[in-house]
């Protein structure tokens, strides 16, 4: 251990110690390692560019919070090839960003996503119904989707389908 860790350590106790460790880990790349993890950049860039859904989604998650274009666009090639977790993903992204907001297209791609059993797509379908938020109020459809959810173990589902939907509870499921 370098010296100022072990200084460190001595002035604020054990636990520094880990998270110290930790950072000198991480810092100590090797150019080999480094040289190893661009080629795997490369390689799922040319699978996603040849069309692999999976690949396609793995960008967009690498290209940021999944409100840039870039992450867009990726979501948007894997989701149009029936990717679930990507269809949820564009779905987040025009029911959440407030400069895009765009229930319709939020609601089209959670459905998608939703048909497949992507529990998160249907909690916010869920919610989506229980609100009225774009689509005509509907308590029925509202609950069914809420219970697929619940039924995945999705604990936020399982939380709001519990309330009578006449309650008004307050509810964030943006990031």
């Given at each position: 251990m370098?010296?100022?860790?072990?200084?460190?350590?001595?002035?604020?106790?054990?636990?520094?110690?880990?998270?110290?460790?930790?950072?000198?880990?991480?810092?100590?790349?090797?150019?080999?390692?480094?040289?190893?993890q661009?080629?795997?950049?490369?390689?799922?860039?040319?699978?996603?560019?040849?069309?692999?859904?999976?690949?396609?989604?793995?960008?967009?998650?690498?290209?940021?919070?999944?409100?840039?274009?870039?992450?867009?666009?990726?979501?948007?090639?894997?989701?149009?090839?029936?990717?679930?977790?990507?269809?949820?993903?564009?779905?987040?992204?025009?029911?959440?960003a407030?400069?895009?907001?765009?229930?319709?297209?939020?609601?089209?791609?959670?459905?998608?996503?939703?048909?497949?059993?992507?529990?998160?797509?249907?909690?916010?379908?869920?919610?989506?119904?229980?609100?009225?938020?774009?689509?005509?109020?509907?308590?029925?459809?509202?609950?069914?989707?809420?219970?697929?959810?619940?039924?995945q173990?999705?604990?936020?589902?399982?939380?709001?389908?519990?309330?009578?939907?006449?309650?008004?509870?307050?509810?964030?499921?943006?990031?």
């Amino acid at each position: 251990m370098p010296a100022a860790a072990k200084a460190a350590a001595k002035r604020y106790g054990a636990r520094i110690i880990s998270a110290i460790s930790i950072a000198l880990a991480l810092s100590s790349v090797t150019p080999a390692a480094a040289q190893q993890q661009a080629a795997f950049i490369e390689q799922r860039r040319a699978l996603a560019e040849a069309g692999d859904a999976d690949a396609q989604y793995r960008m967009g998650q690498e290209a940021g919070t999944g409100h840039s274009e870039d992450a867009i666009y990726w979501f948007r090639l894997a989701a149009e090839q029936g990717h679930a977790p990507a269809q949820r993903r564009l779905g987040e992204f025009y029911f959440c960003a407030e400069r895009a907001r765009d229930l319709d297209l939020a609601t089209w791609w959670f459905t998608l996503a939703a048909e497949q059993g992507d529990a998160d797509a249907q909690l916010f379908l869920g919610f989506i119904y229980r609100q009225g938020l774009g689509v005509n109020l509907s308590p029925a459809i509202a609950q069914s989707w809420l219970e697929r959810a619940a039924a995945q173990g999705n604990a936020k589902a399982r939380l709001l389908a519990s309330y009578p939907v006449d309650v008004n509870i307050n509810f964030k499921l943006c990031r």
